[in-house]
C-alpha cells in the first residue's frame, strides 16, 4: 500500500481530527509514585477542560494485588469514587482516559462503561505482552469503551517483529495504535520510518495512530512533529513536560506550535505556573545529561532516575564512567 | 539544479567532513557581558582540544567605540595578547574563530592571518548589512583568514531576499554560509526549505553550509539534524547549550548524535559538570516558557531575557499577556 504524502502545514494547523490527549498526572505520578493532592488533580482537570484539550488521562487502573494503597496514591487506580470526586459527572467535551498496564491490571476491575465516568481505556504493552494486552482490549471495547493500545519501547523493537504486531494489532478491535518512545531514544527519521510501518498496516484497517514521546535527547517535540506530518492524530503532552524521567512532550510547546483555534494556551500556562512548576523540585522531571544518556543508550531512564535521587546528583561523568561508556581520554 | 538526496545515516555519523563549532564563550558571553574569568575560558578551549571539536569561537572581535571595555569582559573584543593568554600558539588541531558584527566591529582591528592566532573570522549580519559584510568578508579573506557569514535571524527574511542575498553570498569570497536561527523560531520542516534554498545557490559555488540554531522551541538540536540530512557540514553547539537566551543546540546532544569516532564526549561532560554548570545561576540561559513565547512569535529574546531578570519572573502568564497573545479565556 502506498503511504500518502506528508500532511501540509497549513492542514496541520488547522486540522480538527487533531487531538490531544494530556498525561500530566498519569505520567508525572511516575515520579511521586501518584501521590498528587487532589487540587493539583483538578487544576490539570479544568486546565484541559479550559484548554479544549480532547482527553486527559488520570492515571492508572493497575491492581491493588501488585501495588499497595498504602504506597501509592489514588491515580495508580483510579477508583469510580476517587475519579468523580474530581470530575462529578464531567459534563465537559473532555473525554477521560485510563491506563491499564498489561501485567500489572486486572480487568476485573474495570467496570462496564455505563457505570463509569471513563471513555477510553489504554492498554500498554511492551511488545511480548501484546497477546495479552489484546484481551484486555477486547474485554474494554466488550464493555463499551474506546480503547488504544501503547506499544511502549518501540526504539528496541525488531523490525519483523513490528511488523507482525501490527498485523495483530491491524484486525484487533481496537481503535488507536500509539508509537511510544519510552527510552526517548528516538531520531525524527526513525520516527519517520516506524510512522510509516505503523501507517501501512493501519491506515488501510481504519485505525489512528498516536504518539507518545519522551524527552531524553530534547527531541519529544520533533519527534511528535514528525509523527503529525505522517498523519499521526492523537498526540499525547504533559504540562511542562511533567512525566517520567526526562518528560513528555510538553503541552505548551506543541499546543503553540498547533495554534488550532480549538485550543487556547492560557489555562495552560496558568496551570502550570501555580500547580505544576511548584511541584518540580520534588518530582525532579525534565531533561539532564543523565536522561540524555539512557536515551542515547536506548536503555530505560530507571538508572538515570535512581542516579538523580543519589548523593552524586550532578556528577555526570561519574554516571558516564559507570554506564561503561568510557572512552581514552 | 537538483537538489542531491538526503544523507545516508550511515553517511552521517561517519563522516568526516562534519565539523563542529563550539560558541560557548562568545554565544554564553551574550549572558554575562563575556565577564569570563581566564579559567573558564581555558576550560573551555580545553575541552575542545581534548574532545576532537573543530572550531571555538572564542569571542566577539567588537570595537571599543561601540562597547566600552569596562562594561564588558575581553572576549568581547579579542584582542591578540588576551587570546594568547589562554591558548598560547595554539599549537593544536583545534582551530579558532572570532565573530565580527556587522556596524559593531571594526576590520582595522582585525590583525594580519600572520600576525594572530585566529583562523576564521565569522561576520555576522542581519540581512539588511549584507553588503557590509561582504566588505569585511573580503578583508578578512584578504589578511588570510577562512571566512564565514552567520546569516541572522534567518526566520524572518522574506523568500525573495533570501534568494537574492544567497546569489550574492554564493559569488562572494566566503567559504562558509551560515543559517542562524536568532529567534529559535524555525520548525524542522522550514529548516529543510531554507536549507534547499541555501544548498540550490551554495552547492555549485563550492561553498560550505553551516548552522546556528537556538532552542526557544526545543527544536535546536532537531533543527540542527535536518540541516545534516541536507548536508550542513558546520554545526555550532555550546556546552550545556550555553548561549543568548534559550541557548545554543547543545554540544553533549549533538556529539552524542553523531558517535562520529573523531568526537570524545568524556571532556565535554567533565567540563560542563565543572566549569558550566556552576555559572548556571548567574547567566540564566536555557530553554524556559518566556523563551518558547520569543521562538513561537519570530522576535528577538531580549524581551524575554529582560523579563527573567525582573521580579516578575516565572509569572508566564503575565508576560503572555504582556506579548499581546491574550485570549477569551
Same mark, same amino acid.
Request: proline share 3%; with cysteine.
Given at each position: 500500500?502506498?503511504?500518502?504524502?506528508?500532511?501540509?502545514?497549513?492542514?496541520?494547523?488547522?486540522?480538527?481530527?487533531?487531538?490531544?490527549?494530556?498525561?500530566?498526572?498519569?505520567?508525572?505520578?511516575?515520579?511521586?509514585?501518584?501521590?498528587?493532592?487532589?487540587?493539583?488533580?483538578?487544576?490539570?482537570?479544568?486546565?484541559?477542560?479550559?484548554?479544549?484539550?480532547?482527553?486527559?488521562?488520570?492515571?492508572?487502573?493497575?491492581?491493588?494485588?501488585?501495588?499497595?494503597?498504602?504506597?501509592?496514591?489514588?491515580?495508580?487506580?483510579?477508583?469510580?469514587?476517587?475519579?468523580?470526586?474530581?470530575?462529578?459527572?464531567?459534563?465537559?467535551?473532555?473525554?477521560?482516559?485510563?491506563?491499564?498496564?498489561?501485567?500489572?491490571?486486572?480487568?476485573?476491575?474495570? @467496570?462496564?462503561?455505563? =457505570?463509569?465516568? $471513563?471513555?477510553?481505556?489504554?492498554?500498554?504493552?511492551?511488545? /511480548?505482552?501484546? %497477546? +495479552?494486552?489484546?484481551?484486555?482490549?477486547?474485554?474494554?471495547?466488550?464493555?463499551?469503551?474506546?480503547?488504544?493500545?501503547?506499544?511502549?519501547?518501540?526504539?528496541?523493537?525488531?523490525?519483523?517483529?513490528?511488523?507482525?504486531?501490527?498485523?495483530?494489532?491491524?484486525?484487533?478491535?481496537?481503535?488507536?495504535?500509539?508509537?511510544?518512545?519510552?527510552?526517548?531514544?528516538?531520531?525524527?527519521?526513525?520516527?519517520?520510518?516506524?510512522?510509516?510501518?505503523?501507517?501501512?498496516?493501519?491506515?488501510?484497517?481504519?485505525?489512528?495512530?498516536?504518539?507518545?514521546?519522551?524527552?531524553?535527547?530534547?527531541?519529544?517535540?520533533?519527534?511528535?512533529?514528525?509523527?503529525?506530518?505522517?498523519?499521526?492524530?492523537?498526540?499525547?503532552?504533559?504540562?511542562?513536560?511533567?512525566?517520567?524521567?526526562?518528560?513528555?512532550?510538553?503541552?505548551?510547546?506543541?499546543?503553540?506550535? @498547533?495554534?488550532?483555534? =480549538?485550543?487556547? $494556551?492560557?489555562?495552560?500556562?496558568?496551570?502550570?505556573?501555580? /500547580?505544576?512548576? %511548584? +511541584?518540580?523540585?520534588?518530582?525532579?522531571?525534565?531533561?539532564?545529561?543523565?536522561?540524555?544518556?539512557?536515551?542515547?543508550?536506548?536503555?530505560?531512564?530507571?538508572?538515570?532516575?535512581?542516579?538523580?535521587?543519589?548523593?552524586?546528583?550532578?556528577?555526570?561523568?561519574?554516571?558516564?564512567?559507570?554506564?561503561?561508556?568510557?572512552?581514552?581520554?
Amino acid at each position: 500500500m502506498a503511504i500518502s504524502e506528508d500532511r501540509d502545514f497549513h492542514e496541520v494547523v488547522s486540522d480538527s481530527e487533531i487531538k490531544i490527549m494530556d498525561c500530566t498526572i498519569r505520567d508525572g505520578g511516575l515520579m511521586n509514585n501518584h501521590l498528587f493532592n487532589d487540587e493539583t488533580v483538578k487544576a490539570v482537570y479544568d486546565a484541559c477542560v479550559t484548554s479544549g484539550i480532547d482527553y486527559m488521562e488520570i492515571g492508572y487502573k493497575n491492581t491493588t494485588r501488585i501495588f499497595s494503597p498504602s504506597d501509592y496514591g489514588a491515580w495508580k487506580f483510579c477508583r469510580e469514587e476517587d475519579i468523580r470526586r474530581i470530575v462529578g459527572e464531567n459534563d465537559t467535551h473532555l473525554k477521560l482516559s485510563a491506563m491499564a498496564d498489561a501485567e500489572k491490571s486486572d480487568y476485573r476491575d474495570i @467496570l462496564p462503561k455505563d =457505570k463509569s465516568v $471513563l471513555d477510553m481505556i489504554r492498554v500498554a504493552a511492551y511488545i /511480548h505482552q501484546v %497477546p +495479552l494486552a489484546l484481551d484486555m482490549i477486547k474485554d474494554a471495547h466488550d464493555k463499551g469503551y474506546e480503547t488504544a493500545i501503547n506499544l511502549m519501547a518501540v526504539s528496541v523493537i525488531e523490525i519483523d517483529d513490528l511488523d507482525k504486531t501490527l498485523e495483530l494489532l491491524a484486525s484487533s478491535e481496537v481503535t488507536i495504535i500509539y508509537i511510544v518512545d519510552s527510552y526517548g531514544a528516538l531520531l525524527p527519521r526513525q520516527t519517520r520510518s516506524i510512522m510509516k510501518k505503523f501507517l501501512y498496516h493501519a491506515e488501510s484497517a481504519g485505525k489512528q495512530i498516536g504518539i507518545h514521546a519522551h524527552n531524553n535527547r530534547q527531541l519529544a517535540l520533533a519527534n511528535t512533529l514528525e509523527a503529525i506530518n505522517l498523519k499521526a492524530n492523537i498526540l499525547d503532552a504533559s504540562m511542562a513536560g511533567c512525566g517520567r524521567g526526562a518528560g513528555n512532550c510538553q503541552m505548551e510547546l506543541l499546543m503553540s506550535f @498547533l495554534h488550532n483555534p =480549538k485550543y487556547r $494556551l492560557r489555562p495552560v500556562l496558568e496551570c502550570i505556573q501555580y /500547580h505544576i512548576e %511548584p +511541584l518540580r523540585d520534588k518530582l525532579l522531571w525534565g531533561y539532564d545529561i543523565p536522561y540524555m544518556m539512557t536515551g542515547h543508550l536506548n536503555i530505560h531512564p530507571g538508572v538515570a532516575m535512581q542516579f538523580n535521587l543519589g548523593r552524586d546528583k550532578g556528577n555526570i561523568v561519574k554516571l558516564f564512567n559507570l554506564l561503561g561508556r568510557g572512552e581514552g581520554g
